[in-house]
């Protein structure tokens, strides 16, 4: 087998590259300058060794293949180092269409939401169905305690993300895929550093609309104006859409408001009833799509329901990590207005009139680049106070979305700062929920110890 070297090894999909070229044998080493946990606690646990930093001399001159992640780009001495030795380099979206899916029916779930917990729902539905999946999933999966496995069975299920492959491939990721059924779960505007409207994101989508074949499915968010343009540039693929309409072809009845318990039904047939302990009706859809997509592929929905109720969904998606004097803290992913108003209706849904407090970090390039910024300030309508971490580097304007927030609302320059603004505002019976698709400097933990310490 051959030596392999990632650059951006930390990010989650290439961390779960980085498993999979290890469960084929290869040997892995890897680069990358924001490692933080779960990806760094995974790597570590397989043994992979890590290089801080990017260097001229961060690749070996003997490696025999170097997988490059999306985050790098032309002048990162790493990159211009490998280019001139003449070295081999791949994207990893196409490091896995050639090394792990040939001959696998590959199923791929995309999405501007919900594309990590709809992937490890499926994973979770195909192996209640006994079909030992492979996978690989955008975070840590509580289930299988990793973000990717090859897996004995048929059937691959990945994470389609539509975000561009690599410096030298400019084309969304999951146009290498070639899947059999594909999931497409919502579509807004997102990505304001390399798209520059929504139609641009439509284009990228009906790019993977092209690629599914005629024998496969296309499962499709039938309230999704966006979605039904895509589709509407040209489909070869027989559609099955989901929602909450019974006009649809899948569609979920709310047996609990916070979306903890539903019944699934199919072409008006009620399939069974889903108890779980995801909320939001969020996670109803991805549930709904997840659903779907296995049976297109032969599993019976009313065989492997009853298997969501021990569904333990993703770490850092509304991940309780602790409960300290009745404070509840969340560590959640939530980065898009519409990831956070969803999933702070579903946890109101469940706690009542009780606290919601959120500390968030703007952190995704849309975000940092104000391209989210009006919409903000009304995402976060139903939280009682919120605090964010307004680096220097941000380029809006934190005052105007904090004057527009509805409950007490502040920014702070540091995470030092933001733990000391949390621990004057919580009080007993609060629920605090830490938002950011980055590190956030550990403050998730930090926080819960402060509590414990106080």
Request: a negative charge.
């Amino acid at each position: 087998m051959s030596t392999i070297h990632i650059l951006g090894i930390a990010g989650t999909f290439m961390g779960g590259v980085a498993a999979l070229a290890r469960e084929l044998g290869h040997t892995v080493r890897g680069s990358d300058q924001a490692i933080y946990p779960p990806m760094s606690t995974q790597l570590e646990q397989l043994g992979i060794a890590l290089d801080p930093g990017y260097r001229a001399d961060s690749v070996a001159r003997d490696c025999d293949e170097v997988v490059v992640g999306n985050a790098l780009s032309r002048g990162n001495p790493a990159v211009e180092a490998v280019l001139d030795a003449g070295q081999r380099y791949i994207s990893g979206a196409q490091w896995l269409s050639e090394q792990v899916l040939p001959g696998r029916d590959t199923l791929a779930v995309a999405g501007t939401h919900g594309k990590t917990t709809t992937t490890t729902i499926l994973t979770w539905l195909l192996q209640a169905a006994g079909r030992e999946p492979g996978f690989l999933i955008g975070g840590v999966a509580e289930d299988f305690g990793v973000s990717a496995r090859v897996g004995q069975g048929r059937e691959f299920v990945v994470e389609a993300d539509e975000y561009d492959t690599a410096f030298f491939d400019k084309r969304s990721k999951f146009v290498h895929y070639r899947p059999l059924v594909a999931i497409l779960n919502n579509l807004e505007y997102d990505h304001a550093d390399i798209f520059p409207d929504v139609a641009a994101i439509q284009r990228q989508f009906h790019h993977l609309v092209r690629t599914v074949p005629a024998r496969g499915r296309l499962i499709v968010n039938g309230e999704d104006t966006y979605l039904a343009e895509v589709l509407a540039m040209g489909c070869w693929t027989p559609v099955e859409r989901f929602g909450f309409d019974p006009g649809l072809e899948w569609h979920a009845e709310l047996v609990n408001a916070d979306g903890s318990a539903f019944i699934v039904h199919h072409r008006g047939v009620a399939l069974g009833e889903v108890r779980w302990s995801l909320l939001g009706r969020h996670n109803v859809l991805n549930g709904l799509a997840a659903l779907a997509a296995a049976h297109a592929v032969g599993v019976a929905p009313a065989t492997v329901i009853p298997a969501l109720a021990q569904f333990r969904s993703v770490k850092r998606r509304m991940e309780v990590i602790g409960v300290v004097d009745d404070i509840t803290v969340y560590d959640d992913f939530a980065h898009h207005p519409t990831a956070i108003r969803t999933t702070l209706e579903g946890l109101r849904a469940k706690i009542g009139q009780r606290r919601i407090v959120v500390a968030m970090e703007p952190r995704s390039n849309s975000m940092r680049l104000g391209a989210h910024a009006d919409a903000l300030a009304p995402s976060l309508a139903l939280a009682d106070a919120v605090v964010f971490l307004h680096r220097p580097e941000l380029a809006w304007d934190a005052a105007s979305v904090i004057a527009a927030v509805r409950g007490d609302a502040h920014a702070v320059p540091d995470t030092d700062a933001l733990l000391a603004r949390l621990g004057a505002t919580v009080q007993p019976g609060d629920h605090v929920v830490f938002m950011s698709n980055g590190g956030f400097d550990g403050a998730p933990r930090r926080f819960l110890a402060q509590l414990q310490a106080r």
